[in-house]
């Protein structure tokens, strides 16, 4: 793509049909540009903010030539997106570069490369079998976590070792895994910046997290004293990679907060579920600035607007009765992403409740 920005009435490509995917349609709408996505069919729930949408696997390879030939510029709004599907794409059209997915697609790679730039993890070990995964619990120690190093999220893919008893009663995957230990933590928070074409970066503020069963359920702001202690040493961490990615868009980076300091969990290359905040109480929020970036626009400011912000996601049969929210007081903010299967563990929505007022 030109390093010029990309004028209205130009499309914008994305890869996967999620709500990511669709709350970044919307703002690509919103500043002029048609989209265009792609993803095997499903409920893609990103299809209906799209302009046009391809139902095609990700092995079909004309299908992908079809679509990289109808846009200007293309991004993903998740990140197990297949790498052979993303390098089907001439690469001078692709925002972020491709390099960032094969990082962040492989566990072992992402902490080698993130510790390479100064960042800390936990302790972790690479595990193929069986015979790793005892010697590694051995080494490592527990309580610990066993994860697949490719294709986890929202805390799939992963069995937790309260002891080394229970490496028996864990069938072994069959797969390339990462055994890590356990972090003594008081919180989780996130690191989410933008990086323009033209290297500029921008932070928004950090939100602490909560998770259940790996899954992002609630992000609040402010983030509490140690979380805030930490972020720009985070923060460096997080600049440091983008650079070194020669990133254009957004880029998240989580970390665990520690007595000794922040902790690196893992990096999304893509907008973030503990972003979505940004849309109310951000002056851009992460899905424009995202836009904003891979076009070649300015980037937009990234300043909390509110004194506090709380972000919960809504799961499963909680979807059937989420209308019931706007009756609570406190000015909810409601957003449903339009999916059809509402089971146990899948994210539906998310409501976002904003204050002038300081908790």
């Not at 993890?121 to 595990?127: F, G, L, N, T």
């Not at 503990?274 to 626009?297: C, D, M, P």
């Not at 909680?318 to 409601?334: Q, V």
Request: aromatic share 8%; net charge negative.
């Amino acid at each position: 793509m030109a390093s010029a920005p990309l004028p209205p009435g130009m499309t914008i490509g994305i890869l996967g049909g999620g709500q990511l995917g669709r709350m970044m349609a919307v703002a690509a709408i919103q500043l002029g540009y048609r989209v265009i996505g792609y993803a095997p069919a499903g409920d893609n729930v990103a299809a209906s903010a799209c302009d046009d949408f391809f139902e095609n696997g990700w092995g079909e390879r004309d299908a992908l030539a079809a679509f990289a030939s109808r846009c200007d510029v293309v991004t993903w709004e998740f990140e197990n997106v297949p790498l052979s599907a993303v390098e089907a794409i001439p690469e001078a059209m692709l925002a972020p570069h491709p390099k960032a997915l094969g990082i962040a697609q492989d566990r072992l790679n992402e902490k080698r490369f993130v510790e390479e730039l100064g960042a800390v993890c936990a302790p972790y070990v690479r595990v193929e079998n069986d015979h790793d995964f005892a010697r590694a619990v051995e080494r490592v120690g527990t309580p610990g976590i066993l994860k697949t190093a490719r294709d986890g999220y929202d805390g799939k893919g992963q069995w937790r070792i309260g002891s080394a008893h229970e490496v028996e009663g864990i069938r072994f995957p069959g797969r390339a895994c990462i055994y890590e230990g356990m972090v003594a933590f008081e919180t989780e928070f996130s690191v989410i910046l933008v990086r323009g074409r033209d290297g500029d970066i921008r932070f928004w503020d950090s939100s602490a997290n909560t998770h259940d069963g790996g899954m992002l359920v609630h992000s609040v702001l402010p983030a509490g004293a140690l979380v805030e202690a930490q972020v720009e040493q985070a923060r460096k961490i997080a600049a440091q990679t983008a650079e070194a990615l020669r990133y254009v868009g957004v880029l998240t980076l989580e970390f665990f907060a520690t007595q000794s300091g922040p902790i690196f969990n893992e990096m999304a290359p893509r907008v973030h579920n503990s972003g979505h905040w940004t849309v109310e109480a951000s002056a851009t929020s992460q899905f424009e600035n995202h836009i904003r970036a891979i076009a070649g626009l300015p980037l937009g400011g990234t300043a909390t607007r509110f004194a506090s912000v709380d972000m919960r996601n809504i799961v499963g049969e909680d979807a059937l009765a989420a209308h019931e929210i706007l009756n609570e007081g406190g000015e909810p903010h409601l957003h449903l992403y339009g999916k059809r299967d509402a089971r146990d563990g899948r994210k539906m929505g998310h409501v976002t409740r904003v204050s002038h007022e300081a908790p």
